[in-house]
């Protein structure tokens, strides 16, 4: 009897808990909302678009490496495949409109992810790495030689136009609600799948792969619905990004961009849902603020200083840190 009260009252306990956390985060999430909808009457739009742009894409990568524990060095490939696509057809066809042209974008970069998917899932660790590199670095070269991309130079002058036919894009103010509304979202359904069951089996397979297995759960079919989306989120950041700086060029499927979505993420915390964007708002900043300097030649230098003493030192991240603070001190 006593031992059912026990676990009684333990089970009260954690819902509570639960309860309080869930009010803790919502109250956050809408603190951030209100911040960022009066953002841009204090700070200059594009600077924050672009910000919300590598937000959503750490984010995407978050996903795969927070939550599945696959360490992907071929993102860029999927940010530049949903940047080209959506760039060459509002520079191509005057009859695209930019919701149109970002939602077969953001397809272009599904599929892709489907294919690299279907190719590296079944490899892990550094494999699993090397593949994802090897893939995107063909797409990378591929996109050199192409024509349709504008090769080196790539594509300039990409059109704005008008969202629904009516909402002219080229103020940056409605630009920027746009991509916020976007970003939110992207953030919103990472958000649904990491609480939804799907999201305690991908964690699951995280932990313990073989017991995963072992229960009956088909593993390789969760990782690659997990890349798939993480695939298509970053091409929608990239859609967004070429729309945003009327700009598609090779340095977004460059393998260097592959690594810093890495260090975004390491940097504010792997496995939190905000982590990936205060990594991003964090390196995009000091960017900004290095290129304006004397230090702006020695800004790669910086962010690799800056890679080294977050794995030595801060290996939760930013945001990491700061849950395990609370949780010792505030319980």
Request: proline share 2%; charged share 10%.
């Amino acid at each position: 009897m006593s031992t059912r009260v026990s676990e009684s009252s333990s089970r009260k306990h954690y819902i509570a808990t639960k309860q309080r956390e869930e009010r803790r985060n919502l109250m956050i999430y809408a603190f951030l909302v209100v911040l960022a909808l009066i953002a841009p009457l204090i700070i200059y739009p594009v600077f924050l678009m672009k910000i919300l742009c590598f937000a959503l894409f750490a984010v995407a990568f978050n996903l795969l490496l927070g939550y599945v524990g696959l360490l992907s060095f071929g993102h860029a490939a999927f940010l530049a495949t949903g940047g080209y696509t959506t760039g060459y057809l509002l520079s191509t066809y005057s009859g695209f409109t930019p919701e149109l042209a970002i939602l077969i974008g953001t397809i272009a970069s599904t599929l892709l992810g489907l294919g690299f998917g279907l190719l590296a899932i079944r490899r892990q660790g550094i494999y699993f790495a090397m593949i994802t590199l090897a893939l995107a670095q063909l797409v990378f070269f591929f996109y050199v030689q192409s024509s349709f991309t504008g090769g080196e130079d790539g594509l300039h002058g990409v059109p704005r136009g008008k969202l629904l036919g009516i909402i002219d894009l080229q103020n940056n103010f409605a630009m920027y609600y746009f991509v916020l509304a976007v970003f939110i979202f992207g953030f919103a359904l990472v958000h649904r799948m990491v609480h939804s069951p799907y999201g305690h089996v991908l964690k699951a397979i995280k932990e313990n792969e073989p017991r995963a297995t072992s229960l009956g759960y088909n593993v390789d079919q969760y990782k690659l619905v997990a890349f798939v989306v993480s695939a298509g989120l970053a091409g929608l950041a990239g859609s967004v990004k070429t729309i945003v700086f009327q700009l598609a060029s090779l340095n977004d499927a460059h393998w260097h961009m592959s690594g810093e979505v890495i260090l975004m993420t390491l940097l504010g915390g792997v496995g939190t849902l905000l982590g990936p964007v205060v990594g991003a708002t964090f390196v995009i900043s000091l960017e900004h603020q290095l290129s304006q300097s004397a230090l702006g030649d020695w800004v790669n230098v910086i962010l690799g200083v800056i890679f080294i003493l977050c794995v030595l030192a801060f290996r939760a991240g930013i945001v990491g840190e700061l849950q395990r603070f609370f949780k010792k001190n505030f319980k």
